[in-house]
C-alpha cells in the first residue's frame, strides 16, 4: 500500500528522474533501519546455481543500478542475489534524453538508455564498501563494451572488464544482447560468439589460477532468436563449458503495445508485454542445453505467478526489473514465497 501511494507521485516524474528519487530512497530507508516497510523479509528457499549457494532464487536484473551505488539498500529488500550493470571500461553518458518511456496501461517500459555508466572503476569503488558482498551476499557484474569501440574490437573491452571486476564479482554476465548499442547483437552470431566465448573462458582460466578464485561466466542473451539462432548459441553455451546463461534481455518486437503513446519509441521492451515471448526462448533454451547449465530466467515477471512459470519453463533462477517498477519491492517476497510454495526448482535444494 505504501509503494502504491508513492509510485503515483514517482509515475508523474520523467522516467529518469523518478528513478533517482527511488533509489535515494531506498538509501535513506536501509539507513534507517526500515527497509521493512516496502517489504516483508522472503522465506528461506536456498538454491545451487553455477557453483553458488544463493539465499532463495529471486534476484535484481541487472539495469537498476548500473553503477553499484546501492546494493546494500536494495538487498535490504530480500533479493537472493544482485546483478549491477551494464559496466564498461570506460565512462560514457549513454544516449541523449529523453530515451525511457512508460506505457503504464500495459505495464510495459521502452528504454534506449545505451549503456550509461561511470565506468568500472567507479563501480568498483562504490562496490568496495558495501557490505553485502563482504557478508557472502552474492553480487553479479554485467560487462559490456563501450558505444565507440568497433564491433570487430569488441572482446577487447569485455577482456578488460572481466580483468578487472573478477576478484570483486559471485559471477560475470557477459551482455550482447542490448538493442541500444550499436551491432551489438551481432556477438550473438555462430562465429562471433564462437570467439568471443573462447576468449573469454581463457581469461576465466586465466584469472582462476592466479587469484585462486573461480568466478562463473554467464551470458545475456536476445528474446527476439529464432529456433536455429536458439540451438546455435546452446550448443557454444556446451561447448565453452559457460556457467550459466540469462534468458532474456528486452525486446524490439512492439507486441502487446500496440498504437499506446510511446510505442513507437525506438529501444528495448521490457515489463508483462515481454512475458510470453522471454518465456518461448527460454523453455527452448532449456531443451536445447538439456539440464547442462543453469538458466537464469528474465522477463515481464510482474507476479509470483509469473517467476513461477519462468522456473516451470526450464529456469534455476530468476530476476525481476519492470516488475519491480510497477509492483514495488513486495514483488520480490511474493515472487520468493510463490516458488518456495510450488516447489519448483531444476537445482536441488540445499542446507546453508
Known sequence: ??????????????????????????????????????????????????????????????GLDKNGAHVDALAALGFGFIEIGTVTPRPQPGNPKPRMFRIVQKKAIINRLGFNNYGVDKLLSNISTAQFPQRGGILGINIGKNFDTPIENAVDDYLIC????????????????????????????????????????????RLAEKQGKYVPLALKIAPDLEDAQIQSIADLLRQHRMDGVIATNTTLSRDGVEGWLHADETGGLSGAPLF?????????????????????????????????????????????????????????????????????????????
Open 1 to 62: 500500500m505504501i509503494y502504491s501511494l508513492i509510485r503515483n507521485v514517482f509515475f508523474s516524474l520523467d522516467p529518469e528522474m523518478a528513478h533517482e528519487l527511488g533509489m535515494s530512497g531506498v538509501d535513506f530507508l536501509n539507513r534507517a533501519g526500515v527497509s521493512c516497510l516496502l517489504a516483508n523479509p522472503p522465506p528461506s528457499n536456498p538454491v545451487e546455481a553455477m557453483g553458488l549457494k544463493f539465499p532463495n532464487p529471486v534476484g535484481l536484473a541487472a
Open 162 to 205: 572481466l580483468e578487472r571486476v573478477y576478484s570483486a564479482a559471485s559471477y560475470v554476465t557477459v551482455n550482447i544482447s542490448s538493442p541500444n548499442t550499436k551491432n551489438l547483437r551481432e556477438l550473438q552470431k555462430d562465429e562471433a560468439l564462437d570467439a568471443l566465448l573462447g576468449r573469454l573462458k581463457a581469461e576465466q582460466a
Open 276 to 352: 510470453a515471448r522471454s518465456t518461448a526462448v527460454l523453455k527452448k533454451l532449456a531443451v536445447a542445453l538439456a539440464g547442462e547449465l543453469p538458466i537464469i530466467g528474465v522477463g515481464g515477471i510482474m507476479s509470483g505467478e509469473d517467476a513461477v512459470a519462468k522456473l516451470e519453463a526450464g529456469a534455476s533462477l530468476v530476476q525481476i526489473y519492470s516488475g519491480f517498477i510497477y509492483r514495488g519491492p513486495a514483488l520480490v517476497g511474493e515472487a520468493a514465497a510463490a516458488i518456495a510454495k510450488a516447489g519448483t526448482s531444476n537445482r536441488p535444494r540445499i542446507e546453508l
